[in-house]
């Protein structure tokens, strides 16, 4: 049979690491390593987020705070929602790009609270752990590429919860907000809620900024198929170049017949080469049945 042959056998697919599934794994191997051979990285603010660290020079803390967690609950909330969530966004984006929007989106968090630690110590003063916004991040893309999309979540993996994509959007910025307004308040808790604003606002931003860049794309391959003075043959101009079928009324009577006069006043000898061509082109498909 000829789909037997060894060249009519499709190829084995050769596995590929999903980025989100490995940033699941990262954040659970850095949780392990931080609670049984450096429990003293948080406390010591070493790569734990904080204001004084940043003011140190360590910025490195924006980057490894997003792989460090107060506790269980804090690691699996933050790992099931980037399973949940990041799969699809990570196939629209593709790996890179939401590599990208992930690590952003936590800069964007850390950054954001580390000026809210400026600006008001007494309240956002304190060093802060978690991927969250990272995950905001993650979960603000996904509402924006798909609004509409219905989704039925286990609030605390116990309580169902059925609402639209951007109804979950509302709902962060929401809690969010309530937790910066009312910081000491049962909204705000051990929580960083200006990180997770930090990272909303960066997701959003990201998948703007990447349907711009696409739009852009777009209409430069448009231009690109478009004929132009530079890639016409002979660099002659697009609008000199015969239509498909000259041989109409009104391409006659606006091209040809002018030609016919100057030939009439002054003789053949004084068409120019693009003349020449032009009325040659028009015989020929006035001669065609």
């Not at 191997?29 to 140190?56: C, D, K, W, Y």
């Amino acid at each position: 049979m000829l789909e037997d042959r060894d060249y009519m056998r499709e190829a084995p697919r050769r596995f590929e690491w999903s980025a989100s599934i490995g940033l699941v794994i990262l954040n659970a191997v850095a949780f392990l390593l931080q609670n049984t051979l450096f429990p003293s990285l948080i406390s010591e603010n070493h790569l734990a987020l904080s204001l004084e660290g940043l003011s140190h020079g360590r910025v490195w803390q924006l980057l490894t705070f997003q792989f460090l967690h107060s506790g269980l609950w804090h690691l699996l909330f933050n790992c099931w929602a980037l399973y949940v969530f990041g799969r699809e966004v990570e196939d629209e984006l593709g790996r890179t790009r939401f590599l990208l929007l992930y690590l952003a989106s936590g800069v964007g968090g850390g950054l954001l609270h580390a000026f809210a630690a400026f600006a008001w110590p007494s309240y956002f003063n304190s060093p802060v752990v978690g991927a969250s916004a990272g995950v905001f991040g993650v979960v603000s893309a996904f509402a924006m590429l798909w609004p509409d999309r219905r989704l039925t979540l286990l609030l605390f993996f116990v309580i169902p919860l059925n609402l639209r994509a951007r109804s979950l959007l509302l709902v962060n910025l929401a809690l969010t907000g309530l937790g910066i307004a009312f910081p000491r308040s049962f909204f705000a808790g051990n929580v960083a809620h200006v990180a997770h604003l930090g990272g909303i606002l960066t997701g959003l931003a990201f998948v703007r900024w990447n349907e711009t860049l696409a739009r852009a794309f777009n209409r430069a391959q448009a231009a690109a198929r478009k004929p132009s003075l530079f890639n016409s043959p002979q660099g002659t101009s697009p609008k000199n170049k015969l239509p498909a079928k000259p041989a109409s009324e009104n391409y006659i009577s606006r091209e040809v017949d002018p030609i016919l006069d100057k030939i009439s006043a002054h003789g053949i000898q004084s068409l120019t080469e693009q003349e020449r061509k032009t009325l040659e082109a028009a015989r020929k498909h006035m001669s065609r049945p």
